[in-house]
């Protein structure tokens, strides 16, 4: 009987401690998705200095050219030259990210995009491709850490 009830306690610990653990997880992705919302909808307004503010001071990006730059100064000012080439404002569409936790206060975000980018003598870019983002929470606020945007390259048939 002793050993029933010393189960019993064990297991309602572990229930309970599962039941906080799942909620706190819920309330973190319900936390990164209004993250991610906001920056989408920063960028979309135009609203540049509050999309900003959701990258860390050091955040890197790699380019779909393969090109990579750190620092959030470097990236603003890689962003601007690439306004100039420009034609018009680019269209984005979006999937809600798949969210993974790499610890406490470090999630991966994984969204198919698909973008429509022309530049400047009629040339089109963009097409379908995943955009990968490592977010790192400091204060309490979700901020970018770094970011890629890998192009979506059908490959060949194997059975060919």
Avoid: R
Wanted: charged share 20%.
């Amino acid at each position: 009987m002793k050993n029933i009830l010393s189960i019993s306690i064990a297991l309602l610990f572990v229930s309970l401690f599962s039941f906080n653990a799942n909620a706190q997880t819920s309330n973190e992705e319900a936390s990164l998705l209004k993250m991610w919302d906001a920056v989408w909808q920063a960028y979309e307004t135009g609203n540049e200095a509050k999309m900003w503010s959701f990258y860390t001071e050091n955040a890197c990006e790699i380019y779909p050219d393969g090109s990579s730059i750190c620092g959030v100064k470097a990236i603003k000012e890689g962003y601007e030259m690439f306004k100039t080439m420009m034609e018009g404002t680019p269209s984005w569409s979006m999937t809600k990210p798949t969210i993974t936790f790499l610890g406490s206060d470090v999630a991966l975000l994984i969204s198919d995009v698909t973008s429509d980018i022309k530049l400047k003598g009629g040339q089109q870019i963009g097409g379908k491709s995943k955009f990968a983002t490592v977010v790192h929470k400091v204060n309490g606020q979700w901020l970018i850490a770094f970011d890629s945007q890998t192009p979506v390259m059908p490959m060949p048939d194997a059975g060919k």
